[in-house]
Every structure is written in structure tokens, then in C-alpha cells.
């Protein structure tokens, strides 16, 4: 299970969140599971049902404004309360007073007391989006990805199909590249692929017979990006004879990655086929397919109903005697 520690939020993010230590800076290893987060005004009245000791606990003003309506005794043993379970850390905004407490409790049990002067709601919001980034699922592909008419070309295929040279022919035809030979891809949310490339390697091809080429130099920097939502998989595949390609598009075959299904469409390589333009119609496609317009059904469709005025037309020729 991929987790991060308070040490690698403050690393990471201490600038952007305003954050400070107040407490527990000997237990900065402690681990984040989870982006969301845990209010915990009901444990510090009593209520421990359903209390998400888990997650990271923020106490806002609703909690800190509670606690200042405590007596002393009643204040450290609702502080204890909370505190007795092996929580991550505790983050209080909108740079609130803290209760000095809360400071000496948390500091004997280890547990990270941090502070920021970012309203809460606000803070929520950039600390799951932070926390769920760094522990969504990943994976690596052997390929290219490029933006194409706004639409995430994933191609893939064995080596030396063509791949980079058919990235290139985009990027020259006016797309983005994103990466190529090794695209990694992390998954947002339950649906969203997002795909980017190595760090070190970006926006640079291998071109076998030339070398290592730097897009963004040769082609300026609007002929790159940095990551991009992976729509639909271009797989390239050397022609054979004895395989049954599909002619109308009628079947969709969807493809998974990290539990997540993108359209896939299998491409057939044959020497002077311009893939270029092809992935260029994939991409249109994609388009008008979102705005519901489905070519092969409406096709279909049109092909019915042309077969039916025929036999409508034949009967009745048949059936007339003047």
C-alpha cells in the first residue's frame, strides 16, 4: 500500500501550505494512507462511533472554539481522547491558537502537531489533491503519447513499428508530443488517466539512424507538453494476411489500464501507409463520438433503411398488374 510521511508533505509542500511544527518533530516518519481527511468535533465531545482515527484530523475553528468552552480537566481529557489512537498527524488551520494541551499530549505521544494560516476548507482542498496524487496507482507503457486535436493518442506496439517516427510525423503536422519510448501513467480518480514522461527524457525522441532529437528546440516549445489525459490506445501491428481486421468499426474493443477502460483501435502496418493521417481521423472520431454522433451505427442505420425501401420498392413492383 503506497503511503506518504509527514516528512515527505513538509519536504514537498511546506512553502505552498504554510506549514509549521508545533509538536512531534521526532515522529515526522509517521504515514499518510489517505488524501482524505477527518474533523474530529464529535470524539472531542464523546462520541467516538465511527471516529476515522486514520486520517489525517484538521481542527478548524468549529473544533478550536469547542475546546475554549471546556474546563481545563475536561479540555485535556477530550484532548486524550483523540489523541490515544496512532494518528498520522493533526494540521490546524487558518493559523489558530493552538491549546497548549494539545502541544503537550500530542508531544508525548509522538504525534505530529503542524499548523497553517490557509482557511480550512481551503487547505482540504489542497491537501487531498496533494495526497491523492502522490498515491495514485501508476504504470509505465513502451510507447508514445500525443495530443492530437485535444484527444490523448497512447500509441503502442512492438519495437520498431514505427511509433516514434509516427509521433514525429504529428508533431511536424502541428500536434504535441507528450512522451515517447516510456509513458507513465497515473490513474486520477476512478476514471482519468493521465499520462506523462521520464523527467530527464522529456520532449527528447530517439530516432534510429539519427539519434536523439529535441522536439521543443526544433519545433518550439508549443509542439510539447507535459502530461496529458490518455483517451484512446493506438495499437500499431504489422499486416498479416491470415488475421480479420474490422472494416466497419461496429464492435468497439476497449483496452484496461490501472483498472480503467479507453477505446482501443487496432492499426495495420504496411510499407507507405501514412499512419500520421489516420491517427489524425482516430482522433476526429473520438470527438464526434463524445458529441454523439456514431458513424458506423448512423451508417448502419442509413444502410437498413436504403435495404428496406428496395424490398418495399421490389414488392410492390411485383405485386402491380396495370
Not at 17 to 44: C, F, K, M, N
Not at 47 to 64: C, D
Not at 146 to 167: M, N, P, Q, R, W
Amino acid at each position: 500500500m503506497r503511503t506518504v510521511t509527514v516528512k515527505e508533505l513538509l519536504s514537498e509542500r511546506r512553502r505552498d501550505l504554510h506549514l509549521e511544527v508545533l509538536a512531534g518533530e521526532g515522529s515526522l516518519e509517521r504515514q499518510i494512507s489517505t488524501g482524505d481527511i477527518s474533523r474530529p468535533g464529535l470524539a472531542l465531545s464523546g462520541y467516538m462511533g465511527y471516529y476515522l482515527w486514520e486520517r489525517v484530523q484538521i481542527i478548524g475553528i468549529t473544533e478550536t472554539g469547542y475546546l475554549e468552552t471546556l474546563a481545563p480537566d475536561q479540555r485535556r481529557q477530550a484532548i486524550g481522547r483523540i489523541t490515544s489512537f496512532d494518528l498520522p498527524c493533526i494540521i490546524v488551520t487558518k493559523n489558530l491558537p493552538v491549546q497548549p494541551d494539545l502541544i503537550a499530549v500530542a508531544g508525548e505521544r509522538g504525534i505530529p502537531v503542524l499548523r497553517t494560516d490557509i482557511d480550512t476548507t481551503d487547505f482540504i482542498h489542497r491537501f487531498s489533491s496533494y495526497v491523492d496524487n502522490k498515491l495514485a496507482p501508476t504504470t509505465t507503457v513502451h510507447g508514445a503519447l500525443v495530443d492530437v486535436y485535444g484527444v490523448g493518442l497512447l500509441f503502442t506496439g512492438e519495437s520498431g513499428i514505427g511509433k516514434s517516427e509516427c509521433a514525429l510525423d504529428l508533431v511536424e503536422r502541428g500536434h504535441r508530443l507528450v512522451a515517447d519510448d516510456v509513458v507513465f501513467i497515473k490513474r486520477r480518480g476512478l476514471s482519468v488517466l493521465i499520462g506523462y514522461g521520464n523527467q530527464m527524457l522529456q520532449h527528447h525522441m530517439e530516432i534510429r539512424g539519427v539519434g536523439i532529437i529535441d522536439l521543443a528546440t526544433l519545433f518550439g516549445i508549443r509542439a510539447v507538453r507535459m502530461r496529458k489525459r490518455i483517451e484512446v490506445e493506438v495499437r500499431l501491428k504489422r499486416w498479416s494476411d491470415d488475421e480479420d481486421y474490422d472494416r466497419l468499426g461496429l464492435d468497439e474493443k476497449p483496452t484496461t489500464i490501472l483498472g480503467v477502460e479507453i477505446p482501443l483501435v487496432t492499426v495495420p502496418v504496411v510499407p507507405g501507409k501514412n499512419i500520421s493521417v489516420v491517427a489524425e481521423v482516430i482522433a476526429m472520431n473520438f470527438l464526434l463520438k463524445i458529441y454523439g454522433y456514431r458513424t458506423p451505427e448512423e451508417f448502419n442505420r442509413r444502410l437498413q433503411e436504403s435495404m428496406q425501401k428496395k424490398f418495399e420498392s421490389a414488392r410492390y413492383e411485383d405485386e402491380d398488374t396495370e
